[in-house]
């Protein structure tokens, strides 16, 4: 375990911490005007290996060059000249920091964004340290300024990662839609209106990534997925997005406890590993894996049922009730992979340069994007 101290004065600015892979959804914007929760799990932290933060530089003013040496290969709306390593905790794990008063509101809409850079400070020096995150549409996190501080070891030793038969005992899913939150939106009695209930953001962005990287696997042909729930999230953009005429390629779910995938599949959806990151893969294989969060690919693989609507009238006495809590209530539009981190991921791929999947891209209007995006 780690805490992270000022690098000015070596207070302590955290309580110790245990290291994770950074979220998928770590930079997405989802919506207008919605809450989001907090981004970290108290107790992990997550370092982003890409600079993050102002300084910002269009992508007119950087050299492709100079880009692809960084690992971006195509359009960008901007690149940060900030330095790379930012650290992200959940804000109530900070310790010893203060807002910095001038600096707390630097294009905010509902709350902080710090898109003007740290607006806060080490108590004891007074030296910006980090970047409070509480807007609408944001996932609130505190992001440390990998300048302004230092990892020291903590007392304790961290457990060594999970290994994949834990992680599949612990059976962590993460569910594919909850209610949502508007800004001054209230919940009723313990209850969300049915038009709250929405695609989870953390589903989107994952299927953002996955897309991207199901395109590069396509190779300009049809990709076919499993029907059910893997259907409902990527079939209708691939289908939307690639050449009906080629025969096509076929994408499977594969990963720990699950069987050996047929040498007829091509593409496999697999998980990625919450702790290191690491991308689970099958030994003897050539086909492309394209990676899942573990939350999202558990729920894909081992769909857990919605819980059934109570049933009316009484029940006999001494028999106690458990289903106070309303069913999960679907979603009224089709799924939506988010944008955001689509274009991201893409623009960090090298097959991004091939000519067929430029003219792809390229023909993403706004327009063009409704429906799937």
Not at 145 to 167: K, Q, Y
Not at 192 to 204: C, K, M, T, Y
Not at 339 to 362: C, D, K, M, Q, Y
Request: aromatic share 8%; charged share 15%.
């Amino acid at each position: 375990m780690f805490v992270f101290v000022c690098a000015g004065c070596g207070a302590e600015l955290t309580t110790p911490l245990s290291q994770v892979a950074l979220p998928v959804h770590a930079h997405q914007k989802y919506g207008n005007g919605i809450q989001l929760p907090v981004l970290m799990e108290s107790g992990t932290f997550a370092v982003d290996s890409e600079p993050w933060g102002p300084p910002w530089r269009t992508w007119e003013e950087v050299h492709p060059d100079e880009a692809a040496a960084r690992g971006v290969y195509a359009p960008v709306y901007a690149l940060s000249d900030g330095a790379p390593g930012a650290i992200v905790i959940a804000p109530g794990d900070a310790r010893g920091t203060v807002l910095i008063p001038e600096n707390r509101g630097g294009g905010y809409c509902c709350g902080l964004d710090g898109a003007d850079g740290p607006n806060v400070a080490c108590a004891e020096c007074a030296l910006p340290v980090a970047s409070r995150i509480d807007d609408c549409s944001l996932w609130q996190a505190m992001w440390l300024a990998p300048n302004a501080v230092r990892r020291l070891p903590a007392d304790g030793a961290d457990a060594a990662p999970l290994s994949w038969a834990e992680l599949m005992a612990e059976g962590k899913g993460t569910p594919p839609f909850e209610p949502i939150a508007t800004w001054g939106s209230r919940m009723r009695a313990g209850h969300w209106s049915n038009h709250l209930w929405s695609w989870s953001p953390q589903w989107e962005a994952a299927a953002g990534r996955a897309l991207a990287h199901l395109l590069v696997a396509s190779e300009g042909r049809p990709v076919i997925v499993p029907d059910g729930l893997v259907g409902e999230v990527f079939q209708h953009a691939l289908d939307a997005l690639l050449p009906a005429g080629p025969p096509a390629r076929r994408a499977v779910l594969a990963g720990p406890g699950r069987p050996a995938p047929g040498g007829d599949a091509d593409i496999l959806l697999v998980p990625s590993h919450p702790q290191t990151g690491e991308v689970w893969a099958p030994a003897g294989t050539a086909a492309y894996p394209v990676p899942l969060p573990f939350g999202v690919w558990l729920w894909l693989v081992f769909p857990e049922p919605d819980l059934p609507v109570p049933a009316s009238g009484g029940l006999p006495d001494g028999v106690l009730r458990d289903d106070f809590d309303p069913p999960a209530l679907r979603p009224h539009h089709l799924f939506r992979a988010d944008w955001g981190t689509f274009r991201h991921t893409l623009a960090r791929l090298p097959a991004i340069r091939s000519p067929w999947l430029r003219e792809i891209v390229n023909g993403l209007t706004q327009h063009s994007r409704v429906g799937f995006f």
